[in-house]
C-alpha cells in the first residue's frame, strides 16, 4: 500500500462509482477495479457493498478511508513544510472565495501577491461557504475567505475584518420612513417588526449570510414572506433599487455594487448586526508560508 493506492481508495469513496473515480484518476475501469479488488482480497474483507454501480463504504471501508485522509494529509503538510523549508519563493496555494466576494478582493490582492510571490501557482475554487468549509476539511484547498457564522471544531479562523449587515431597500420607497438616528448606529435604524409583512430576496441557506439573517427573524418571532433566494448578491441589490423587496448585504459587498445610490441602507440588531469576514484553514495543521502571506495581503486590502 502506498500513497497512490490511498488516493485510488478516496476516488473511489469520493465518486461512489468506479467508472467516475477511474476517470477523475485517468485511469482504466478495469485497472482500478482490479487494484480494489486485489486489495480487499489482501485484507480479507470488503471496503465497499456494491449497490448497482454504486459503491457505499463498509464500516470497515469507513474506517479505512479515514486513516486514509488522515495519512495524505501528513504527507501533504510533510510535504508543504519541506517547500517552504527548501525554498519560500515557490509553491502552491489552493484557496477559497465566494464568488462575489472573488469578484472584487481577487483582482485587488492575487496582482499584490504575485509581485512578492510570482513562482507561486494560485489554484482558486469559488463555492458557497459552506461548500469552501467542506472543502478545508477534506483537505482539498489550504485556506477560505468568508463570514463566519459559528465555530467548527476541525478549522481555525483568523479574523480579517469586521462589517456590518445591513437592510437594502429602494432609496424611493416609502418604508424609509421608518428609519431612525439611534446611538451606535452607522445608518438610521429599522425595526424589522415594520417589514414582517413585506416581501424579502434572501440569499440561499447555503451562505452564512443567510444563516445570519434567519437567526435575525427567529430572534424576533418573525416569518419573512421570501419570494425569492438567489446567491446573486449584486441581482439582490438591484432587485431591492426596483422595489422588488428587501434584502441584506454586507455593507463591503455594495461598496463594489453599481448604482449605489438607488439604495437605503438601515442598522438592524441590537441595535446593529455585524459579523467578522474571516480567513478558514484546517485546524492543527501545517499551513504554508505562502497561505499566511496571502492572508496577510488579504488583510492590507480589507
Known amino acids: 500500500m502506498d500513497f497512490r493506492d490511498l488516493t485510488y481508495l478516496l476516488a473511489i469513496a469520493r465518486q461512489q462509482n468506479i467508472t467516475r473515480a477511474a476517470e477523475s484518476l485517468y485511469l482504466s475501469q478495469p485497472t482500478l477495479s482490479k487494484f480494489l479488488k486485489g486489495l480487499e482480497g489482501e485484507l480479507g474483507l470488503p471496503l465497499f457493498e456494491r449497490l448497482g454501480n454504486k459503491y457505499i463504504p463498509t464500516y470497515a471501508g469507513e474506517q479505512y478511508i479515514k486513516k486514509a485522509k488522515e495519512i495524505l494529509a501528513l504527507k501533504k503538510e510533510l510535504d508543504q513544510q519541506m517547500g ?20 472584487y478582493m481577487l483582482p485587488c490582492t492575487l496582482p499584490i501577491f504575485h509581485d512578492k510571490y510570482p513562482n507561486v501557482r494560485i489554484d482558486l475554487h469559488e463555492a458557497n461557504s459552506e461548500s469552501l468549509i467542506q472543502m478545508i476539511i477534506e483537505g482539498d484547498i489550504d485556506l477560505a475567505f468568508f463570514n463566519f457564522v459559528e465555530a467548527n471544531p476541525a478549522l481555525a479562523y483568523t479574523v480579517i475584518s469586521h462589517e456590518e449587515l445591513v437592510l437594502v431597500m429602494s432609496a424611493q420607497h416609502p418604508f424609509t420612513r421608518y428609519g431612525r438616528k439611534r446611538p451606535g448606529c452607522k445608518y438610521p435604524y429599522m425595526d424589522l417588526h415594520f417589514l414582517k409583512d413585506q416581501d424579502f430576496i434572501l440569499q440561499n441557506r447555503t451562505q452564512h449570510t443567510r444563516l445570519i439573517v434567519d437567526r435575525i427573524f427567529h430572534k424576533r418571532h418573525i416569518e419573512p414572506h421570501i419570494i425569492l ?74
Do not use: C, W
Not at 517552504?84 to 469578484?103: C, Q, S, V, W
Not at 433599487?241 to 448585504?249: L, M
Not at 463594489?256 to 485546524?283: E, M
Open 229 to 302: 433566494e438567489t446567491s446573486n448578491i449584486q441581482a439582490e441589490a438591484e432587485l431591492a433599487a426596483r422595489n422588488y423587496g428587501f434584502t441584506f448585504i454586507t455593507e463591503t459587498h455594495l461598496k463594489y455594487i453599481p448604482n449605489r445610490d438607488q439604495l437605503a441602507l438601515f442598522s438592524i440588531g441590537s441595535p446593529k448586526t455585524t459579523v467578522d469576514f474571516v480567513a478558514t484553514y484546517r485546524k492543527n495543521s501545517y499551513l504554508p508560508f505562502h497561505a499566511k502571506e496571502y492572508i496577510k495581503v488579504v488583510k492590507e486590502f480589507t
Open 84 to 103: 517552504d523549508i527548501i525554498k519560500n519563493n515557490e509553491g502552491y496555494l489552493k484557496i477559497g472565495f465566494p464568488a462575489m466576494r472573488g469578484t
